[in-house]
């Protein structure tokens, strides 16, 4: 690549407009899809909606098992304190909104007006100028999760919106272009678009998650690779 071609390459990336929020349905999916783009936007605030501690009497999950926990309790114990130490990596500012994973509750889709209610209210009050969320593909947290942005993305107009592919989900055959043709026929535009990211911290900060690493059987390195945005307009905001 001649000097030309590394200007023009530089040329096409893009710096969402700050103060910059991302939307995190788990306690380390901003930072497995988006860590390089907080790490370009030192000062931006991670919400993150399932942030709750299982009831004590919860019985143990399979991906708590094979995360190495004996409790639900010690799960979210742990993914806590590595959230916050992933999040001071990148300089991050992390907002919980303390909903249960769906993993803990007897009825997946329970809290669903909750999280669309809740999840507007904090961002009216952080007041962004453009927001990062998850296309929602495989798991139905994020799936929801999504479905809940793409609401409040009606009623805040004036904010840059960009969906992000959600890591590692978005590996799965398929499963993107299925979000993108569901968004389509609700009236979404999705472009792709190469937003500027800082990857120089990126894997240091997944691997502060060591118990999902463990989990996911892969290495930081592994998931540190795949960064990919979409800038969503249309719908019922026009050109948001």
């Known amino acids: ?5 590394a200007q023009n390459l530089a040329d096409d990336l893009l710096l969402p407009p700050s103060p910059l929020v ?13 860590a390089g783009l907080l790490a370009a936007r030192p000062g931006s605030t991670v ?28 799960a979210m114990t742990c993914r806590l304190a590595e959230d916050r130490e992933a999040l001071g990596i990148v ?29 507007f209210h904090l961002l009216a009050d952080l007041s962004p100028a453009s927001v990062a969320m ?19 993305r009606d009623a805040l107009p ?3 919106w960009f969906g992000y592919e959600d890591v590692p989900h978005c590996k799965r055959p398929g499963v993107v272009q299925a979000r993108l043709s569901q968004l389509h026929a609700r009236g979404v535009t999705a472009t792709p678009v190469r937003l500027a990211v800082d990857a120089a911290s990126k894997a240091r900060a997944i691997q502060a998650y060591s118990s999902q690493l463990k989990g996911l059987e892969s290495t930081a390195l592994e998931l540190a690779v795949h960064e990919t945005y979409w800038r969503l307009t249309g719908g019922a905001t026009g050109t948001s």
Request: net charge negative; with cysteine.
């Open 158 to 160: 004036g904010v840059t």
């Open 134 to 152: 998850p296309l929602g593909v495989f798991h139905y947290d994020h799936e929801r999760v999504s479905d809940a942005a793409l609401v409040i």
């Open 22 to 34: 991302v939307i995190s349905p788990h306690l380390d999916d901003a930072i497995l899809s988006c």
């Open 91 to 119: 300089g991050a500012e992390g907002r919980a909104l303390g909903f249960l994973d769906c993993q803990y509750t007897a009825t997946a889709d329970q809290d669903a007006p909750l999280i669309t209610e809740h999840l």
């Open 1 to 5: 690549m001649d000097l030309a071609q």
């Open 47 to 74: 919400v993150t909606v399932f942030t709750a501690r299982a009831p004590l009497q919860q019985a143990l999950t399979d991906w708590d098992r094979r995360c190495g926990f004996d409790s639900a309790d010690a």
